[in-house]
């Protein structure tokens, strides 16, 4: 088959700390692979795809495209644009009444002379890319579509490692560091750490190792107050593991009595099953996005948790913060752009060969790097909790490991 002329990149979904990273990686192989294979980068993700709006990679970027790598964010831009939302596009002005989007984008890309997509994002951007690359194959496009898997929940199946989640980890745990100080405000001070992950805990899990590294190498003067008992994670609150909050309370606040405060760390999506039924209990609407999923903003899960254990601990203040948009938007970490660069490189090798799917390890086949069939793409992966370094850190803050909470697929 012959080589391909013409690649387009878009990223989409939240932001990642890989994006910006990832970008960067693919220009800089097509550039050192085959300089004269053109190169867009669609603004805004599936939006500027579907409004033919996009960036030309030119000499002077690739030179630069090292830069990317340095800087947080998206520098082409997101959007949440599902493709086979119709209703939604249209709302939007993204297409015309009795348009398929699946069918502007396709006709855009041939437009553009595309003979390559390079999708980044989490689940629903690579299957709103499967869906297209269905659609691609199914009408004779002659395109072909390669995924990379972004998101820091890391709950892709059947993907081990997701762009991006170590440094979201690395950076809520420095997030932490700081309002964690706030225990010594107030006396009897309840602190929630709200962290991301919708439907899995793997990052509140590896949030709190990170965490717990920082206080690893802290020194301390516990004669003048200043104990790490203190500073220490007293609980993780995960939607994967069910718990007996009168036991936890009970626990926790034992703790408080001792250390005059505690400190939470949970997951955005743990709960929320239990608010969303209080909201419908009261005729309270239950916001959603265009991709069905409830708006967590809206239901505020750290709230409630503090709404929760505040009267049960004493608590005299609680303070609720969120590391999601400091921890999302920063660049990636070494060992991320070390992944990054692996799944970059075999982004373009793929390219060269048209073989299309999404580029990470595959669990289900010894977890070999490669292109993942689309249709094996789903997001909802649960954090297993029998993981042993979960196991530690439980054990460590004395913690009881509740059932683990069945999810599906």
């Known amino acids: 088959m012959n080589k391909p002329k013409k690649v387009a990149i878009l990223t989409a979904g939240g932001l990642a700390p890989c994006l910006s990273s990832a970008v960067g990686g693919l220009i800089e192989r097509y550039t050192e692979i085959d300089p004269s294979i053109e190169i867009i980068c669609y603004r805004s993700g599936y939006k500027g795809l579907l409004l033919g709006d996009s960036y030309v990679v030119t000499p002077e970027i690739r030179e630069k495209a ?16 599902k493709l086979t939302n119709v209703k939604d596009c249209v709302k939007r002005g993204l297409v015309q009444e009795g348009e398929n989007p699946q069918k502007v984008a ?37 395109l072909t579509v390669i995924g990379l898997p972004k998101t ?31 225990n010594n405000a107030n006396p009897r001070m309840l602190i929630v750490h709200e962290v991301m992950g919708r439907s899995c805990g793997w990052l509140t899990a590896a949030t709190a190792v990170e965490y717990r590294k920082l206080l690893d190498r802290a020194e301390w003067l516990p004669e003048l107050g200043l104990s790490r008992e203190s500073y220490e994670v007293h ?19 034992a703790i408080m009595d001792k250390v005059d405060c505690v400190n939470i760390f ?61 921890a999302r938007a920063a660049a990636s ?19 060269l060969r048209r073989e299309a799917g999404v580029i990470g390890h595959d669990e289900d086949n010894g977890n070999v790097l490669r292109a993942i069939e689309f249709p094996r793409i789903k997001g909802g992966k649960p954090f297993d909790i029998d993981t042993p370094w979960f196991n530690d850190v439980l054990a460590a803050i004395g913690q009881t490991k509740g059932a683990k909470v069945e999810t599906s697929h």
């Open 66 to 81: 090292g830069l990317l790598h340095r800087f947080g964010g998206s520098p082409i831009g997101n959007s949440r644009v």
């Open 152 to 182: 820091v929940d890391n709950d892709v199946f059947p993907i081990k490692q997701s762009l991006g989640a170590w440094t979201a980890a690395e950076q809520g745990a420095r997030y932490f560091q700081n309002v964690v100080a706030e």
């Open 235 to 253: 609980a993780v609150f995960i939607p994967e593991m069910d718990f007996d909050i009168a036991a936890e309370a009970a626990r926790l606040r």
């Open 106 to 142: 396709a006709d855009q890309l041939i437009k553009d002379g595309v003979d390559i997509l390079h999708t980044i994002g989490g689940d629903d951007t690579n299957t709103a890319a499967a869906d297209l690359a269905a659609f691609l194959a199914d009408n004779n496009y002659g």
């Open 266 to 326: 949970v997951s955005e999506g743990a709960g929320v099953e239990t608010i969303v039924a209080e909201m419908l209990a009261k005729g309270q609407e239950v916001p959603r996005d265009a991709f069905g999923h409830v708006k967590l903003d809206a239901v505020n899960p750290g709230k409630w948790f503090g709404e929760q254990f505040a009267e049960m601990l004493g608590a005299e203040k609680t303070l609720v913060q969120k590391s999601g948009y400091f």
């Open 333 to 351: 970490n070494i060992e991320d752009i070390r992944l990054i660069k692996s799944c970059t490189d075999l982004a373009v090798e793929c390219a």
